[in-house]
């Protein structure tokens, strides 16, 4: 990738995206940052962008060469919005998507499932980053986070199953070398920290980080899907309680070796991300 190449990063003030953002500009790279509001980010160029409002589709891609892709949060079919934006896209010039997945979501499975799937037919360069469970779910705003912050427990219906989580810079750093790297990886890219671990796991951690007393507190499938419902649609919390029903049967205990192998360096474990920003006030 040479400077004179431009990213477009969607969702560019978000948790993978803003971190994207920032190693791309940090390594010289121009950078469009997308976001609704058109937010300003550091040494990016911002411009205004929204899934549901394709006017603004032909100002966020003039002269991007490749494309970040963090899909719209809470769709249950993501496709409907995405792939027509992906066509404009290979219209307008880009020869390089990275898409954000999901561990849990192959190609041709639900939601984004579907935006994977099209992607190699759509982009001659091309990759699907598919992270486990984030550990930020924990230290930022997210509902984990906020449960843990308020009430010192973690809600699941993951029972005693276990999670590679991963750090989002560890997926940053490995989406810039999916959309700089001289040949783009042409596949999906399962990404997981170092270790597998459960939820008991994760609550003993952020105790000892933070001297706070944190327990996890099993639910069943369907009390979680109602409390999710409460804030999401319907059919997007049933499919993220079917995700947690899945990991409490085993399919998420698993590590890959992804991110040692773009980045050269090993993933960081939630311990790290624990210290690193929990003892700063999180």
Do not use: C, K
């Amino acid at each position: 990738m040479t400077t004179s190449d431009t990213t477009l990063v969607i969702g560019a003030t978000g948790t993978t995206g803003g971190r994207t953002a920032a190693r791309l500009t940090a390594a010289g790279h121009p950078v469009r940052a997308a976001s609704r509001r058109a937010t300003p980010v550091a040494g990016a160029q911002p411009v205004r962008f929204d899934w549901y409002d394709p006017g603004t589709y032909d100002g966020a891609l003039d002269g991007a060469d490749r494309v970040y892709l963090v899909p719209p949060l809470g769709d249950p079919d993501p496709a409907a919005v995405m792939l027509p934006f992906l066509r404009q896209a290979r219209a307008a010039g880009v020869r390089r998507a990275v898409l954000l997945s999901s561990s849990a979501i192959p190609a041709g499975g639900p939601g984004v499932g579907a935006v994977h799937q099209a992607l190699p037919e759509l982009f001659d360069q091309w990759a699907v980053l598919r992270p486990s469970w984030f550990m930020q779910n924990f230290t930022g705003a997210h509902a984990h986070a906020r449960s843990i912050r308020e009430h010192g427990v973690i809600l699941t219906a993951a029972g005693n199953g276990r999670v590679g989580f991963v750090d989002a810079d560890d997926i940053a750093a490995v989406a810039v070398h999916a959309l700089t790297d001289d040949r783009a990886p042409d596949t999906d890219l399962v990404l997981t920290g170092p270790q597998a671990l459960g939820y008991d796991d994760i609550a003993a951690i952020v105790t000892e980080v933070t001297g706070r007393p944190v327990t996890h507190r099993p639910l069943t499938y369907e009390r979680m899907r109602d409390r999710l419902a409460e804030q999401l649609p319907l059919e997007f919390a049933e499919m993220l309680a079917g995700m947690d029903r899945a990991i409490a049967a085993g399919a998420e205990d698993r590590t890959t070796d992804t991110v040692r192998r773009l980045t050269g360096r090993p993933p960081h474990s939630f311990r790290e991300v624990a210290e690193r920003e929990l003892t700063r006030g999180g």
